[in-house]
């Protein structure tokens, strides 16, 4: 058992708030009370401290984590990014070696910005891969185990053969998680992706959609970013709502990310359709998208939740740095929104998208992920209402302890499992070896 003791304020995400509170995590890896503890257990100081739930970053691509800032990618139109990064990839060689430090890299990032659970959107594989792409999900998955991060691996295709992506993503589920697609200890989940209706034909979204009935996956995809918009008026003559719909992709096992392009006609039909929605400001404004009209989809009833995307376009895996952003950002495109309502989407919001209720919330029967933010420096001086603070105050916050399933995975600002000195040694070491490799094959 594991105490989480004297916080200053417990932010459960359930709409509750409890000052100078303990939470309590079972043995089982789960909340056992947000109160007193019955019996005495190993105790964790939160004092000075505003709990919350881990974060759960709803839409990442963590193999870009290895891709970050690169020439021709910043402040480029998206014709002129696809390309510049595709040659990125085939110049390193995306392989399971790749795809384990990357993802190490950026989990472990993530677990020090406070976020617990992450959706890995992975679109880039190798041609004609001997184990259909089962080797890199499970190095990632492997990178998420040694480390004690939760792992949603979602199976994308970006122009892929459709047999071929479908194939995979049958044999990545079929290796990974049982029937339902996640793991009995909730670390692990499987889902699949199509990248949008810019990139997939309308077969890969069916096919896809196949795997996922038969072995009760969740769908998610891309939409309404403006090269989704734009392909989809060129090629077909239709919004991508049009076609998502059509495609038996409007439905509620199905997140969509991005929606910057959305009418208010449209807001009611997602809502109407049940899907979730993930907002990703990190990636959309700087890549020119505009800003997602997240309070309407919210208001109409739709569970939003928050994600960072790539490094490749957001180049930081920092959740709670984004849904600070959100929160600036939303006037914009709709209404003000509270702090409160932000923290919403990057906790219980975004474990709703990836059919959750185990996550994302500091509820009796939930999984036991949760954060101690230190709200005792100087950046929070000043601050009438601390929780509010998380999002306001110190854009580059992190926090004292992050805990998954019960137990302490960072403790005092570093990783307990790996330390983050090796994490991105390991990355660095690889991309510099690959490098040389290259300059030596040419000359």
Do not use: K
């Not at 049940?274 to 997240?294: R, S």
């Not at 990783?415 to 290259?438: F, I, N």
């Amino acid at each position: 058992m594991l105490i989480v003791r004297d916080a200053l304020t417990v932010w459960t995400g359930t709409g509750e708030e409890a000052a100078a509170a303990d939470v309590v995590c079972g043995d089982d890896g789960r909340i056992a009370a947000v109160g007193p503890a019955a019996e005495p257990g190993e105790v964790l100081d939160a004092s000075g401290c505003v709990v919350t739930p881990g974060l759960v970053n709803a839409h990442h691509h963590l193999l870009q984590t290895a891709f970050r800032t690169l020439p021709g990618t910043r402040g480029v139109p998206m014709a002129q990014w696809l390309p510049t990064m595709a040659t990125a990839y085939g110049a390193v060689g995306v392989d399971d070696e790749l795809a384990a430090v990357a993802a190490s890299a950026g989990l472990a990032e993530a677990l020090l910005c406070g976020v617990t659970t992450v959706a890995d959107h992975h679109l880039t594989w190798p041609r004609d891969a001997p184990d259909d792409g089962v080797g890199i999900a499970r190095a990632v998955a492997g990178a998420a185990r040694e480390l004690g991060a939760r792992l949603a691996f979602v199976r994308g295709s970006a122009g892929d053969d459709p047999q071929a992506a479908a194939a995979s993503a049958d044999a990545i589920a079929a290796a990974l998680v049982p029937p339902g697609g996640v793991t009995a200890d909730g670390g692990l989940q499987v889902a699949v992706g199509p990248a949008g209706v810019h990139s997939d034909r309308p077969e890969t979204f069916a096919l896809l959609a196949e795997v996922a009935a038969r072995r009760g996956l969740r769908r998610r995809t891309q939409a309404n970013e403006q090269v989704d918009v734009d392909i989809a008026a060129q090629r077909y003559g239709r919004r991508p709502l049009d076609l998502l719909d059509e495609w038996g992709w409007l439905a509620p096992d199905v997140t969509l990310a991005h929606l910057c392009g959305v009418t208010p006609g449209e807001v009611a039909r997602l809502a109407a359709a049940g899907v979730t929605a993930t907002h990703a400001p990190g990636c959309d404004l700087p890549m020119g998208w505009g800003v997602a009209p997240m309070a309407a989809l919210s208001d109409a009833g739709l569970p939003v939740g928050l994600g960072t995307s790539g490094g490749g376009s957001n180049d930081a895996g920092h959740l709670l740095a984004d849904a600070r952003l959100a929160l600036q950002v939303a006037p914009l495109a709709g209404r003000p929104v509270a702090a409160r309502e932000v923290l919403t989407w990057a906790t219980r919001g975004s474990a709703d998208g990836l059919g959750r209720p185990d996550l994302g919330r500091l509820s009796v029967g939930a999984r036991a992920d949760l954060v101690c933010w230190d709200v005792t420096g100087v950046a929070d001086a000043g601050v009438a209402d601390p929780v509010a603070g998380l999002l306001w105050a110190s854009p580059g916050r992190r926090p004292r302890h992050v805990v998954v399933g019960g137990r302490v995975v960072v403790r005092d600002g570093e990783l307990v499992a790996v330390p983050a000195a090796e994490v991105s040694a390991r990355l660095r070491g690889l991309l510099t070896a690959r490098e040389r490799a290259r300059h030596r094959a040419a000359t």
